[in-house]
């Protein structure tokens, strides 16, 4: 089943908006077999980029006295390592929410699984500590979709795998779950109503250009077609 509801009409009126089918879901999973391998290199690809930035790598430092051993807590923010525990447990955390988007249902418990993306990421979803801004989490996102686009691209076509029907599922989903994680952060007295026209247009524009723009790149590098 596609993406329903279990926040009144919302995932639905969403998933209608940006045209995600079962088909979508269809090629999604059909990737899980070629993304399988590289789930670990995926993640590996994040948390480098986290890692890249002060802004982002502070999100986990801040957290490392819930976490981490006498080593790392003595370390500052430059000797900050991902081979602290903490690291570990989360990108772990990553890898089972990737092999679940490309093996699970569409359905209700996805649904769940999205809106918590959002929920445990803010002190507006009740954390008392972790409060990630909202642009971190969407360059995270827009990070991710890149990536597994450019893994779907270096895979190459002729394994039984439709490249741009997938991208574009891939595309979609990402767009769905940066909206669920979005409202989060939004007013909590709006949090429950209807999908709102502007961030589903922006957030859809901009996520499916990111796909399109992934594969005219790639073409022009002979890597695609």
Not at 49 to 61: A, D, G, R, Y
Request: charged residues 20%.
């Amino acid at each position: 089943a596609v993406v329903s509801t279990q926040s009144g009409h919302y995932g639905r009126d969403l998933t209608k908006f940006v045209n995600f089918t079962s088909n979508d879901v269809a090629l999604i999973h059909g990737s899980a077999k070629f993304l399988g391998p590289r789930v670990d290199a995926l993640v590996d690809k994040v948390y480098n980029k986290l890692w890249e930035f002060s802004c982002t790598k502070q999100v986990f430092f801040r957290e490392r006295n819930k976490y981490d051993n006498s080593n790392s807590l003595n370390s500052s923010l430059d000797e900050y390592s991902q081979s602290a525990p903490q690291i570990g447990m989360r990108k772990s955390t990553l890898k089972a929410f990737i092999v679940r988007l490309v093996t699970k249902p569409f359905d209700a418990k996805m649904v769940e699984e999205f809106d918590r993306m959002g929920r445990i990421h803010t002190t507006l979803g009740g954390r008392t500590s972790i409060n990630v801004p909202l642009i971190h989490m969407n360059a995270l996102l827009g990070f991710l979709q890149d990536a597994i686009i450019l893994e779907l691209f270096q895979l190459r076509v002729g394994k039984g795998l439709n490249l741009e029907g997938t991208v574009s599922a891939f595309a979609k989903a990402i767009t769905i779950l940066g909206d669920f994680i979005s409202r989060w952060y939004e007013d909590p007295r709006s949090r429950g109503g209807s999908t709102s026209n502007s961030n589903v247009v922006a957030l859809g524009a901009a996520s499916l250009a990111v796909g399109a723009a992934s594969y005219i790149y790639m073409r022009s590098k002979g890597i695609f077609g």
